[in-house]
C-alpha cells in the first residue's frame, strides 16, 4: 500500500518561498511519475506541478511557471516542490499524488500566504 506524507508548508509574506517534501513509501519512487497538487477550500484539487519517471520532462501550471520547481530524489524516495515568489493566490493544502491515476491521498500540508 502506497502511503504519501507532505510537509514543509508553513506561514509566509508574499514573495516568499517554501520547500514542501513529499515522502512516499509502498513502492519504488523511480518508477512512476509524481505530482503536486493544491486545493482551496470548497474546490476540487488542481494539479500545479508534475514529473514523469526517471527523471524524465516536467510540465507546471502556467500560473506557478517560473516560480514553482519540482524535483526527485529516488534515492530517499522523495519529491519536492519549492515555491519562490509566493502570492495570496498560491494559499492552500498541497498534496503529492501519480499524476493521472492516484493512491490513497495523505493529509497534505498547508501553505499560507499574507499580503
Known amino acids: 500500500q502506497v502511503h504519501l506524507v507532505e510537509s514543509g508548508g508553513g506561514s509566509v509574506q508574499s514573495g516568499g518561498s517554501l520547500r514542501l517534501s513529499c515522502v512516499a513509501s509502498g513502492l519504488t519512487l523511480e518508477h512512476y511519475g509524481l505530482g503536486w497538487f493544491r486545493q482551496y477550500p470548497g474546490k476540487e484539487r488542481e494539479a500545479v506541478a508534475w514529473?514523469?519517471?526517471?527523471?524524465?520532462?516536467?510540465e507546471y501550471k502556467d500560473s506557478v511557471k517560473g516560480r514553482f520547481t519540482i524535483s526527485r530524489d529516488d534515492a530517499k524516495n522523495t519529491v519536492y516542490l519549492q515555491m519562490n515568489d509566493l502570492g495570496p493566490e498560491d494559499t492552500a493544502v498541497y498534496y503529492c499524488n501519480h499524476p493521472t491515476v492516484p493512491w490513497s491521498w495523505g493529509q497534505g500540508t498547508q501553505v499560507t500566504v499574507s499580503s
Open positions: 514529473m514523469t519517471n526517471y527523471g524524465g520532462r516536467t
